[in-house]
Each structure stands twice: as C-alpha cells, then as structure tokens.
C-alpha cells in the first residue's frame, strides 16, 4: 500500500546505484516510477558506461536483501515498489566492458608510452623545442606572471558541497575541492565532480588526490569558469516531457 500512495502522490523515488565493476562508483540518483527498465538502464548508461544491453539490474532494500532483479525492460519502474533509500545494483555482464579489469580506478594498470629525457631532447618539433624557440625570440612573455593568490578573491564565495554549472558547455555537478593545485599551476583551482561522466579523472591529477568522485566525473578548473547556486542535477529525459 505504500509503494502504491508513492507511486501516485511524489511519481519519483531516490536510490543509491552500485556497480559491480566499479568498486568506487555509487551514486544517489532519482528516478521517476513511470520510467520503463529500459529507460533507467539508458540513464545509468550515461552515468557508468555499462552498455543497455550488457546491464542487469538487481534491487536491494535498505537492510541489504537482495529483493528482485528488474529483469522485464517494458516494465515501469514502479512494478517493482522500490522506496527510498533502496539501492539498485548494475551487473556488467560483458567481459569486455570499459569498466571491466579495473583500469578506470587503478590507472597502474593501464600502459603507458615513456621516452627518456635524451631521446624526448633529441626530437625535433616538439612543444619544447617551439618553447625554447619562442622564450628566446620573447623572454619577457614567458616570465610567470602569476602569483600564488591568482584568483583566490574569486574564491569567497565558493565551498566544497555547492552545487555549481561549469563553462564552458553548462555542465553540472558539485564542488569537491577549493584552493591550490601546484601541480596545475600558480594560484586558486576549483575541484568538481560533475554529475555525469565529463571529467577527465576522479580527483587525482598529475599523482596528487585532491578529491574523491567516480571514474571520469572529475575535473579542476579555474574559479572564474564556476557558478554555485540552485543548479540541480539534470533528468536526461525531462526534455521529451510535454
């Protein structure tokens, strides 16, 4: 009886999703109970990277009991009365998936290109070499010009745990981090995590953890690039409503 007054008086439930391939990736998401399995799949596609058709969807109450697997994609969400607080787990079923083999967490275990100094200095056209021609021609212009406090006025008004929409492109999420990126560059950098997966790591730049977020929704940019306020995170399929 309960699930049935939710369904008809708030339309929508918040559940926490997990993944079985991404240890660290769990989200609160909600949904509305009138989405077909189909639909939520296709939002949790863009959220994880599990493709619709390699993805079971399992749901858990709040004790941890495994309650169903939301095996028919033509049903509404509501047929299956989750409440708040339930908690939908992703199953990745394709041993190829991007998210399998752990590479988008443990980036050790991702191979990558080296080049020692004498090699890399023996090249010719690369960005050093056009830097070492351009600071000859122009010294003055390559001189740091940046202090340590760059941008931290634009700062007083941003805290971790804002909401926020970054430019360029209007993307949403939360800020994660305030305040200086050595790594980066002299001055003041703001650490986001967006909402969906538009970042380039999950909160770790250049070996420094600044912040923790999924794989790929973490992002730092500079605070004249960030607007906090009342910006929700966005419904993919609000826009075909009517």
């Known amino acids: 009886m309960a ?7 708030d339309a929508s439930v918040l559940l926490r999703v997990t993944h079985s391939n991404i240890k660290s990736f769990a989200a609160d998401i909600r949904f509305s109970l009138q989405m ?39 049903r509404p969400l ?4 989750p409440l708040d607080g339930f908690r939908i787990h992703i199953i990745d079923l ?4 991007v998210t399998s083999g752990g590479w988008l967490e443990d980036t050790s275990l991702v191979e990558k290109y080296s080049i020692s100094e004498d090699e890399y200095n023996k090249r010719s056209g690369t960005f050093r070499k056009f830097k070492e021609q351009m600071a000859s021609q122009n010294p003055s212009a390559f001189r740091n010009k940046m202090s340590d406090d760059y941008m931290e006025d634009l700062c ?10 970054v430019d360029p492109g209007e993307k949403r999420g ?27 790591h999950d909160g770790v730049v ?19 690039k960030v607007k906090v306020g009342d910006y929700p995170e966005r419904d993919p399929f609000e826009e075909d409503e009517i």
């Open 3 to 9: 699930s049935r007054l939710q369904i008809e008086g």
């Open 36 to 74: 077909s399995v189909e639909a939520v799949k296709e939002k949790l596609w863009k959220k994880c990277g599990t493709s619709v058709d390699s993805m079971r969807l399992e749901l858990y109450d709040e004790c941890k009991n495994k309650l169903c697997d939301l095996s028919d994609d033509s």
């Open 78 to 81: 509501g047929f299956y009365s």
């Open 94 to 97: 394709d041993p190829s998936s």
């Open 156 to 165: 007083a008004n941003i805290k971790v745990g804002d909401r926020c929409e």
């Open 174 to 200: 939360v800020v994660k981090y305030v305040g200086r990126a050595e790594a980066l560059g002299p001055g003041f950098w703001v650490g986001i995590q967006y909402d969906e997966p538009l970042g380039k």
């Open 206 to 224: 250049k070996g420094t953890r600044y912040f923790q977020s999924p794989p790929l929704c973490g992002a730092m940019v500079r605070p004249d």
